[in-house]
């Protein structure tokens, strides 16, 4: 007989090693070297690499043209508690296995939603006092938690912009479970992912109203995190469509103006998505810029999305030049804000074997270590911060200065103008910082 616990459900499978580029082992790390250092800081530090709990061990690889493909073993019990202590083990197996220091989950990712509420709180304590002892036993920790209140049908026109209030109450109490079970587990942070936070049409739609409606929803569950003692973070997660024609947390640009409309931008930050930012016509680098710009660039959801596909396919990242521009964005800012690199990506659907896990990790994880490798070469062996910064160099001194500085006023300007004659082109050299970018990859 098999006690809870004791079973290993990735046979064959050691620790990941780093074995270095030379290595033909497929199940360990060419690049991601957890302890090297890298700009002052070791590459797990940078990093803080999670494994997302919804896709790695509740997916099933089922699409809307078929069932599952993904048998997990671990999701066989009929008893709810049961099969969710089980989907605890093989996780921390994995977590732990795989190297990682953290993972992130959805409320019930961890257990099946009960029929009722009352119930759902009761599983969710139950289950959260189980992770805590996987959690003390292997030193895993929780990078952030969050609320599913987007895939039951009770949340079809949304959840704090829903137009029947009996709804937006339900969800006030499940994020309140959420929260406190994020609280209980030391979560560094907590997100809200808007998943039906929009509209399908405005035909029956109060757009004002619902906004008014999100802004104060989320100043309540801000103030009752910290009554309860949470000293993190709070991000909002950009996505500009699907499942909504429109979403109301668009992107960066738009999250941010939404923060500083309901005063809430001292606390929240932003949890930005590769694949979010394609689907909203951005590249991850203007959104992670977007961000930093105005010190919101808080965590990362890492993924791609495929260029053939218009839909979120959170497919594990590969695309070397992609994630090197986002680490030169993330150097230059100084690092992620309280958040880390949750893996927000699902094997594809004709993935069946249990080791095809490890290696999508493995592979997202050696992307960002030799990005991030990349771009610091860039950053110092490079001409890329001094050519960037020669095009800016007319307001480093005399009247450029002093219009930064807020002493101009439009007639100065005018005048200035009058003085100067016409001015001659400046190349951005934008080919030649492509050139760069590609010779040190």
Not at 33 to 38: A, G, L, M, Y
Not at 284 to 310: C, F, K, P, T, V
Not at 350 to 356: A, C, F
Request: one cysteine or more.
């Amino acid at each position: 007989m098999v006690l809870l616990g004791d079973r290993e459900y990735f046979k064959g499978i050691g620790k990941i090693p780093y074995e270095g580029k030379e290595s033909d082992n497929p199940l360990a790390y060419k690049y991601y070297d957890p302890e090297r250092t890298v700009n002052g800081m070791p590459m797990k530090a940078h990093f803080k690499f999670a494994v997302a709990y919804w896709h790695s061990f509740c997916g099933t690889g089922a699409d809307p043209f078929g069932p599952g493909t993904l048998m997990h073993p671990w999701d066989v019990s009929e008893d709810p508690l049961t099969a969710a202590r089980q989907k605890a083990d093989a996780a921390f197996e994995f977590i732990t296995k795989l190297g990682f220091d953290y993972f992130c989950f959805h409320d019930f990712d961890l257990v099946a939603e009960a029929p009722t509420l009352l119930e759902s709180e009761n599983r969710l304590e139950k289950i959260v006092h189980y992770l805590k002892e996987k959690m003390e036993a292997s030193g895993v920790r929780l990078l952030w938690g969050t609320a599913n209140c987007f895939s039951h049908p009770r949340y079809m026109n949304g959840a704090s912009t829903n137009p029947d209030f009996r709804v937006l109450a339900r969800a006030g109490a499940q994020i309140k479970g959420a929260m406190d079970a994020t609280i209980a587990l030391g979560g560094e942070n907590y997100v809200f992912w808007g998943g039906r936070e929009g509209y399908m049409s405005l035909l029956n739609t109060q757009v004002g109203k619902e906004l008014d409606h999100m802004g104060r929803f989320l100043g309540m569950a801000r103030d009752y995190a910290r009554s309860q003692g949470f000293k993190g973070t709070f991000f909002i997660e950009p996505k500009p469509m699907e499942p909504m024609k429109h979403q109301y947390d668009y992107d960066a640009a738009t999250v941010i103006g939404f923060l500083h409309q309901y005063g809430l931008q001292d606390d929240f930050k932003l949890n930005l998505e590769v694949n979010h930012a394609t689907l909203a016509g951005h590249s991850m680098q203007h959104e992670m810029e977007i961000a930093a710009a105005r010190g919101m660039l808080g965590s990362i959801d890492a993924n791609r999305g495929d260029y053939q596909n218009g839909w979120d396919t959170d497919q594990f990242p590969n695309n070397l030049n992609e994630v090197t521009l986002m680490m030169l964005t993330l150097l230059e800012a100084g690092g992620l804000q309280g958040g880390g690199i949750n893996f927000d990506a699902k094997l594809r659907r004709n993935s069946t074997d249990p080791e095809d896990l490890f290696l999508a990790h493995i592979g997202g994880a050696d992307t960002f270590a030799r990005a991030l490798l990349i771009a610091d070469r860039i950053l110092r062996d490079s001409t890329y911060r001094q050519v960037r910064r020669q095009r800016y160099e007319s307001f480093e001194s005399g009247k450029g200065a002093a219009f930064e500085q807020g002493k101009l006023t439009l007639q100065d300007l005018h005048t200035i103008a009058l003085e100067q004659g016409e001015i001659p082109l400046q190349s951005g050299k934008q080919e030649m910082l492509e050139n760069l970018i590609n010779r040190y990859i």
